[in-house]
């Protein structure tokens, strides 16, 4: 009788290692694909998070500049260095070519 229990344990335990180790390394979803996965997803939501605030700010500077004449044409000149025909611009920058205003 013991004979019969220690080979039934004995098969449930190859079995139980047998599937592990398929389920680990063979699957469609083995464990290094898991892995992967999971650190693709985080860099993702870090980049989703980024965009997100980007998104935020260029939303502010849209409604404070479309809302005045005056900050649209601020903003024009200190962004886009844009200029009326009549006038010339000059721009102080720093050793790294920098402007110094920002």
Same mark, same amino acid.
């Given at each position: 009788m013991q004979t019969l229990l220690r080979r039934l344990?004995?098969?449930y335990v190859a079995t139980a290692l047998v599937l592990?180790?398929?389920?680990t390394f063979f699957d469609a979803n083995d464990l290094p694909s898991? #892995?992967?996965?999971w650190w693709?997803?985080?860099?993702?939501e870090g980049d989703?998070?980024?965009?997100?605030g980007r998104i935020k700010? #260029?939303?502010r500077e849209r409604r404070e500049v479309l809302g005045n004449d005056r900050l649209r044409e601020k903003y024009a000149r200190e962004k886009?260095?844009?200029k009326k025909p009549t006038e010339d611009i000059f721009v102080i920058v720093d050793e790294?070519?920098?402007?110094?205003?920002?």
């Amino acid at each position: 009788m013991q004979t019969l229990l220690r080979r039934l344990r004995n098969f449930y335990v190859a079995t139980a290692l047998v599937l592990l180790t398929w389920m680990t390394f063979f699957d469609a979803n083995d464990l290094p694909s898991q #892995i992967r996965n999971w650190w693709k997803l985080r860099e993702l939501e870090g980049d989703a998070a980024f965009y997100e605030g980007r998104i935020k700010d #260029i939303r502010r500077e849209r409604r404070e500049v479309l809302g005045n004449d005056r900050l649209r044409e601020k903003y024009a000149r200190e962004k886009y260095l844009m200029k009326k025909p009549t006038e010339d611009i000059f721009v102080i920058v720093d050793e790294n070519n920098e402007p110094l205003e920002k």
